[in-house]
């Protein structure tokens, strides 16, 4: 009796140690599937790849704001820049998600949700707004989001002048049409690279300096987005890199500087940021 006992513990043992390494093993293979890994073929990634998922567009919250309250800047640019990295997340979803689901899928997987979230953060603006000043109304209509997509699903109606001209791009480029009023050239859409995601471990003395800096990027694209869908047909072939996206690159260095230093007056001072200064125009 005393000499199985031991052997049964044994068992035990290797049982036990076997699920660990089951549920090891476990973690390493979600682990890679949220990092965006898969088993697929390099043609079958090359197919996903051509069915163009599109980009979500939101309406930009910041230019409806009310003058903020020097109590509340802090936590409004927190959450300006939340709703930025929302949109990041949405769009690497519907990048990893091309054909999945039925017709109604990005709606309520992607969209839905997106607007669940915008919706939450937006109300925490004004919240913190309102301890101090008059809480801005209507905010909540700038929650839902749209699919610009190349022969995409269409979502809620656009409502932003940005958004609009976007989907009129978008339009133009599926059917051969013509997108803004000019009947000659869609306004297409600023993109920029994140900066936020390139950014190391945060000091606590500078985050409300960061998180301003970072919602501050967030307006320059959508005022960059919102002047060439004013200028639609203006000015000849340069007229876009000359009066928008060079000023926009300008504004750019100039707020991704004030970040690093604001880093660096405590820590390591970040490098090489101002490679993520330059924009490009999506047609």
Excluded: H, W
């Amino acid at each position: 009796m005393s000499r199985a006992l031991p052997k049964y513990n044994k068992r035990r043992v290797v049982m036990i140690g076997g699920a660990a390494a089951v549920v090891l093993s476990g973690a390493v293979i979600a682990g890679n599937a949220l990092a965006g890994e898969t088993s697929k073929s390099g043609t079958q990634n090359a197919t996903t790849k051509a069915a163009s998922p599109g980009t979500v567009n939101c309406p930009a919250v910041a230019p409806s704001l009310p003058a903020i309250p020097a109590s509340a800047k802090a936590e409004v640019d927190r959450n300006l820049t939340l709703l930025n990295t929302q949109i990041s997340e949405a769009n690497k979803r519907l990048v990893d998600t091309v054909g999945q689901g039925g017709p109604n899928f990005i709606q309520n997987a992607i969209l839905g949700p997106l607007k669940d979230k915008r919706v939450a953060t937006i109300n925490r603006i004004a919240t913190a707004i309102g301890r101090t000043a008059a809480k801005p109304q209507g905010l909540d209509s700038l929650a839902p989001c749209t699919l610009n997509a190349v022969g995409g699903a269409a979502a809620s109606t656009p409502t932003a002048t940005a958004t609009a001209s976007a989907s009129a791009a978008a339009t133009a480029q599926a059917g051969g049409g013509t997108g803004a009023a000019s009947g000659s050239t869609a306004a297409g859409t600023i993109s920029c690279p994140d900066v936020a995601s390139k950014l190391p471990a945060i000091p606590a003395s500078a985050k409300a300096e960061v998180d301003r800096n970072l919602a501050l990027l967030n307006t320059q694209i959508s005022e960059a987005n919102t002047r060439l869908a004013n200028t639609v047909g203006q000015g000849g072939p340069n007229f876009v890199q000359n009066a928008i996206l060079g000023p926009l690159k300008d504004k750019r260095v100039s707020t991704i500087d004030r970040i690093a230093i604001s880093i660096g007056r405590t820590a390591a001072k970040p490098q090489g940021l101002d490679s993520l200064a330059t924009c490009t125009l999506n047609k």
